[in-house]
């Protein structure tokens, strides 16, 4: 990493906690913190020790990753892209002679590192309260979640003006579909189950998250679907990086 490009890094990661994780953050404290505070008058430290007080941790706590997680990563890469190319802010970041392709890159990888760490963060907190959550295995649930969104919000950025809504939009619609195809299978209509697998893979992204949570083997076509969509949405985006200008 040159020296010019590295500068950016503290940057980007001051855009992040400053600009998009304290909304998702204050989302989660919200419907999570606030139950918790409120069972806090009626229950003791020791109902958590037992059965009945480990399944209400484990419900509220995926109950909140069901909402942070594709939240936190929405907000993390929605316009970064966009709204530089739109404001016209790519004329001060790339007046010294710093690779496109890198800097947005560093930019991902940055987002996504600090997305991942702050939700680590956040385990280890629940777990403090309530029952300890396996803190790896939700930072590997973030992680992820970054990869999938992330990737397609890196591409959309690079490709048009308006990825935000497109992004929220493909990814619900993709959830939706495939969780009808995947209960009705051999019922569903074929033109559903089409759109379906061309639309990001949130289905997949759920199975997999859950048994992450739950401890147990990783469906491995699951997985590397999630893995290899996302991977070609940021391939996309640097390609589109590459070959188009920012100048529109």
């Known amino acids: ?22 909304l998702p953050l204050a989302m989660i404290v919200f419907i999570a913190g606030f139950p918790r505070l409120a069972m806090s008058r009626d229950m003791d430290a020791a109902f958590w020790s ?46 010294k002679p710093v690779s496109v392709v890198a800097f947005y890159a560093q930019q991902y990888v940055v987002h996504g590192v600090a997305f991942v760490l702050l939700f680590g963060a956040l385990t280890w907190a629940w777990g403090l309260t309530t ?10 649930a973030a992680a992820l979640t970054w990869v999938l969104v992330g990737g397609v919000g890196f591409a959309l950025g690079a490709l ?33 189950v089409a759109v379906s697998r061309v639309l ?17 083997p990783l469906d491995a076509a699951l997985l590397w679907l999630v893995l290899g969509y996302g991977a070609a949405g940021w391939i996309i985006g640097c390609a589109a990086l590459r070959w188009r200008t920012l100048q529109r």
């Open 1 to 22: 990493m040159n020296a010019p490009l590295a500068a950016y890094a503290r940057h980007q990661l001051a855009d992040y906690v400053v600009s998009r994780a304290l």
């Open 50 to 95: 037992s059965p009945q007080g480990v399944a209400l941790a484990k419900q509220l706590f995926q109950q909140s990753v069901a909402l942070f997680l594709p939240l936190g990563a929405f907000f993390a890469t929605s316009g970064v892209i966009s709204a530089d190319r739109e404001k016209g802010y790519f004329r001060f970041l790339f007046s």
């Open 131 to 140: 029952v300890q959550q396996s803190v790896l295995s939700a930072m590997a």
């Open 160 to 192: 048009i003006r308006h990825d935000g809504p497109v992004l929220a939009f493909l990814y619900l619609a993709g959830t939706a579909s495939q969780a009808i195809a995947a209960a009705g299978q051999g019922v569903t209509p074929g033109w559903l």
């Open 200 to 216: 990001p893979p949130a289905h997949a992204l759920d199975l997999t998250r859950t048994a992450l949570y739950d401890g147990k």
